[in-house]
């Protein structure tokens, strides 16, 4: 296991606060200039400040400084998972990586969630709240469904493969469940999270040379990821990176990727849009759903993901963008106490409903 954990000297502790001064302004700023939005920008002036205050935010604070400032991923699982109707359960699965439910262990299906974040900030209370949302949707559908979501250790602390091994670890864990089918898994990450869902499906596949092999019995229900962050590059110059309509920008891709590989060199399973369109063909799953937002910064990389998944992989993929959405939408959006259903949100459940058994 690779640590290189990282601590906050004096002046960076202290710079917090004329940090978070300026996040206070941007939020205004964002208040002032809102009433009058265009298509490229949020849906509601909640959104629009919501996304500048997170912009200014992720840009402003190093990683360690945010993780200084953010609730950790133990609290606000054990914080918010009653809020949702759910007791708090947790599983230890060694390495420093900790798998917490939300819904019945013994449902006919499970979703093992990977959060995002860059690989180095926790989950915000909106996750908690999404994943209770995709149960009760399958409750309504008359099937059962349980989130099982994994906290794997943040970068800098732990850098590559940790988070990928800790990634497979809870997979195993699931799969080798009395009386748990391949086909009622599924896979699912955001961001970060996407990526080491894809990492994990790669693993399977091509089992990764520093990480013990896990070997299945037939195909994984399904696959889905919200705006897969695979591919590190520091710079996107080619691309049009508008951010007015996102919650981050292009400034925290070479900080939050140099985080998590530290020294190591990229690969298929850091980088799968960098991966031949043959690496796909044996993933072990049934069908995949990649979903945008229209609004966000990275749907070109995205639009490159799900091109490669549909050249190389032999099953259905799918590619969905919401309308004026962001990044990871589904989550963020009840993150600040938005109401409005997102696009990604309702077509990930009814995804959910038809794919589970």
Not at 89 to 105: C, H, K, M, Q, Y
Not at 132 to 150: D, I, N, P, Y
Not at 226 to 234: G, V, Y
Request: with cysteine.
């Amino acid at each position: 296991m690779s640590l290189t954990k990282g601590k906050l000297t004096l002046y960076e502790k202290l710079d917090i606060i004329p940090a978070l001064a300026s996040v206070i302004l941007a939020g205004c700023y964002a208040f002032w200039t809102g009433w009058w939005r265009t298509e490229r920008q949020a849906k509601s002036l909640l959104l629009h400040v919501g996304y500048a205050i997170l912009r200014k935010l992720t840009t402003r604070l190093s990683i360690l400084q945010l993780q200084l400032v953010l609730p950790g991923s133990s609290k606000v699982y054990n914080q918010f998972v009653k809020r949702v109707g759910y007791q708090p359960l947790s599983v230890e699965l060694g390495n420093g990586a900790t798998g917490n439910w939300i819904g019945d262990p013994q449902a006919t299906n499970v979703l093992i969630w990977y959060h995002g974040g860059g690989f180095g900030l926790p989950p915000s209370h909106g996750y908690i709240e999404f994943y209770a949302q995709m149960v009760r949707h399958l409750e309504k559908t008359g099937k059962s469904l349980a989130v099982f979501t994994l906290h794997y250790t943040l970068a800098p602390e732990a850098t590559y493969p940790t988070q990928l091994r800790q990634a497979v670890s809870a997979a195993q864990y699931i799969l080798t469940q009395p009386n748990r089918a391949p086909e009622t898994v599924f896979l699912g990450g955001d961001s970060a999270g996407g990526n080491l869902a894809c990492g994990v499906l790669s693993h399977l596949a091509h089992p990764h040379p520093k990480i013990e092999p896990l070997v299945i019995n037939g195909q994984l229900g399904g696959a889905v990821m919200i705006a897969p962050w695979t591919l590190l590059d520091s710079e996107y110059a080619d691309h049009d990176l508008y951010d007015g309509g996102d919650l981050i920008s292009k400034a925290v891709a070479a900080p939050w990727a140099a985080a998590y590989l530290a020294q190591a060199p990229r690969d298929n399973y850091t980088d799968l849009s960098n991966a031949p369109a043959e690496w796909f063909a044996s993933f072990p799953v049934k069908t995949v759903l990649i979903t945008s937002g229209g609004n966000e910064i990275m749907l070109p990389l995205i639009q490159g993901l799900a091109k490669k998944f549909k050249e190389g992989f032999e099953g259905p993929v799918e590619l969905f963008v919401g309308h004026r959405e962001c990044h990871v939408a589904p989550m963020y959006n009840l993150t600040l106490h938005s109401r409005m259903e997102t696009e990604q949100g309702k077509k990930i459940k009814s995804w959910l409903a038809e794919q589970a058994q």
